[in-house]
């Protein structure tokens, strides 16, 4: 089975707008915007169309019947922002809006001036705070708000406390925005190839504090992950990867073009500090050895070293490169487990003593049930937790799902209501099908995260049916990652048998965990998980459901953005009502701000 992969989509309806969208990135958007449906863009520029590629791609843009238009309002001025989106909306429900524009005035912090910030703030801090405020009020449909930010917001850079300090601003405003529940990515781009400022001034073999040129398609394949994931600040860049001479070489010539010294000359026991090395070479030497190294070394370590030293500490983090080498995999990205993975008990009270009738959450992952404690106090209901254990019934949905219901007819008489939670969320479905022939009082049933199994069975894609235990162990690990998990997808997928997979993705929970990892329960974990997914994954109803279900996806996602193909399908297996809300909220909810909405649609179903 091939898993299913996120792509991002634009409605041939809306309007998208690029700020800076004549430059050379933001040309290369515009395409990608194209190629994915988009047919109605405007393009922002501080002099608009003025060199001949400008003119020749706007005629073909044309040809090909897209609307492109250009607009020399300056979105740094509130005004002129506010004018532009009643403009754009005339053409349409504006659907994104992506700010690619730049200014550089790079100068160390006793030569900048007042205005040096204020023209480098202006495209970036200043338009990214007039639009996020009036994108609130006239524009409803916005479904992409992406800023393009910097690495050296992000890591720093020598002269460009400017450049950091817009970038950081606009970072900011889409956190903000991603805590109100509306989108916003910014994203920390290193150097972009073959276009752009520093394509311009150095070529695509820049190589700046390690990194290098990265292709346009990789940035438009980066930028297409990251607006199907629900971080507001993402990074994306590629470090330098030569072989071990040729880099050793390079850096060694660099660090003798920062010195003045002819590589043919003998300097070796020369000190550096009798040079007359200064301040701001010496930021560069300090970075490029660092970059290298992999170590920290201070100013005074640099002046008291010699050729010969910068030489040699360069040869022993080779060394240390190649004795490293093997098949182990580094995590790129962190982890956060639950207090505990292994249950003893399949029913979990997480607030038992309050007023009403009961909702029972399906959680067949492994998630912390604890989580879900906010929940319960804000709707004042009495909450369960329905877990996996041992002796949870592993042949078939159908038994699971008679399992649980007499575990909860067992605890309630009267009324209650289900929510199945993710991988729980065909559980939840198999248990109403049941709840005539058990005669139970199920009320109401929720999937919350919970339909990507059942809408890839439904939508009679093969491919989708029969799931690798590669894509099940990406699973398992995305449940506690706080990034991406493609490397250690496409790492998996190199071995032959599921026991040297396991072994990876402990390994490679144990090096991205903060905490100790018991290698033991994680293993255990991990086991159940894929017997987990191979009954629910499969799962097809057996007939349709003669009840209303309620289906609650996240904004984040893109199976939330067609509501009418996800309402189709389910019609398939529901008789009744299908109700779809279409909200944002964490994915952890012990954030009360953050998962306010999703405690209001909740009050409105149970």
């Known amino acids: 089975m091939i ?51 400008h003119h020749f791609c706007l005629k073909r843009w044309q040809k090909l019947g897209v609307n492109v238009q250009v607009s020399t309002l300056n979105v740094a001025i509130k005004s002129e922002a506010e004018k532009l989106l009643k403009e754009a909306s005339r053409l349409g429900p504006v659907g994104g809006i992506f700010n690619s524009a730049v200014v550089l005035k790079d100068a160390f912090m006793d030569c900048q001036t007042p205005q040096d910030y204020d023209d480098v703030c202006g495209p970036k801090a200043s338009a990214t705070k ?10 409803p449909s916005l479904d992409y708000f992406v800023c393009f930010s910097s690495i050296s917001c992000g890591k720093g850079n020598a002269g460009q406390t400017n450049y950091g300090y817009a970038n950081s601003v606009m970072e900011r405003v889409c956190e903000e925005r991603k805590r109100d529940g509306l989108h916003g990515l910014a994203i920390q781009w290193g150097i972009i190839g073959e276009v752009g400022v520093v394509h311009r001034h150095m070529g695509d073999e820049a190589m700046i504090a390690g990194v290098v040129a990265q292709s346009v398609k990789s940035c438009l394949d980066a930028l297409d992950s990251f ?51 200064d301040s701001i070479v010496g930021v560069e030497m300090k970075q490029m050895i660092e970059s290298y190294t992999d170590v920290s070394i201070t100013m005074q370590e640099i002046q008291e070293s010699t050729i010969d030293d910068i030489k040699e500490m360069f040869e022993k ?72 254990t041992k002796d949870a019934p592993s042949t078939d949905i159908a038994s699971l799902a008679s399992w649980y219901l007499e575990l909860i007819q067992n605890t309630t008489k009267g009324p209650f209501h289900v929510v199945g ?20 009082s199920l009320k109401t049933v929720s999937l919350l995260s919970g339909t990507e199994d059942l809408i890839n069975t439904l939508s009679n894609d093969d491919s989708q049916r029969k799931d690798s235990e590669v894509t099940a162990l990406c699973r398992f690990v995305e449940q506690f990652a706080s990034g991406s998990v493609l490397r250690l997808e496409d790492e998996l997928s190199k071995f032959n048998n599921l026991e040297q997979m396991i072994r990876a993705v402990l390994d490679y929970i144990t090096k991205s965990s903060s905490e100790t990892v018991n290698k033991n329960e994680v293993s255990e974990a991990i086991s159940n998980y894929l017997i987990k997914h191979s009954i629910i994954k499969p799962y097809i109803p057996s007939t349709r459901l003669s009840m209303d279900i309620n289906i609650i996806e996240n904004t984040t996602k893109l199976l939330a953005n067609d509501i009418s193909m996800v309402k189709e399908l389910f019609s398939q297996v529901c008789s009744e009502k299908v109700s779809l809300h279409r909200i944002y909220y964490p994915n952890q909810f012990s954030n009360e701000k953050e998962a306010e909405q999703l405690v209001k649609v909740l009050q409105t179903i149970v």
């Open 130 to 139: 007039y639009l996020d405020e009036l994108t609130r009020k006239l524009c």
């Open 3 to 53: 898993p299913a992969v996120s792509e991002t989509q634009f409605y041939y309806n809306k309007v998208y707008i690029i700020i800076g969208g004549l430059g050379g990135f933001g040309i290369e958007v515009t395409k990608w915007i194209m190629r994915r449906g988009g047919k109605n863009i405007i393009l922002t520029s501080r002099y608009g169309a003025r060199t001949p590629y």
């Open 317 to 388: 983090a080779d060394n240390e490169r190649v004795d490293s080498q093997g098949p182990a995999l580094m995590a790129t990205t962190t982890m956060k487990l639950p207090p505990s993975l292994i249950y003893k008990e399949p029913f979990i009270p997480i607030h038992k003593d309050a007023p009403g009738e009961p909702i029972f959450i399906v959680n067949m992952g492994d998630t912390d049930v604890t989580n879900f404690r906010f929940l319960s106090k804000a709707l004042n209901r009495p909450l369960y937790a329905l877990v996996w």
């Open 227 to 277: 607006c199907q994931q629900d971080c507001p600040v993402v990074s994306s860049y590629v470090t330098a990867e030569q072989t071990k001479k040729s880099v050793q070489g390079d850096a060694m010539a660099q660090i003798m073009k920062f010195l003045g010294i002819n590589e043919s000359t003998p300097a070796g026991s020369r000190r550096i500090g009798e040079m007359g090395v």
């Open 421 to 440: 939670y993710s991988l729980g969320g065909n559980v939840a479905f198999e248990m109403a099908l049941q709840r005539e022939k058990m005669l139970t």
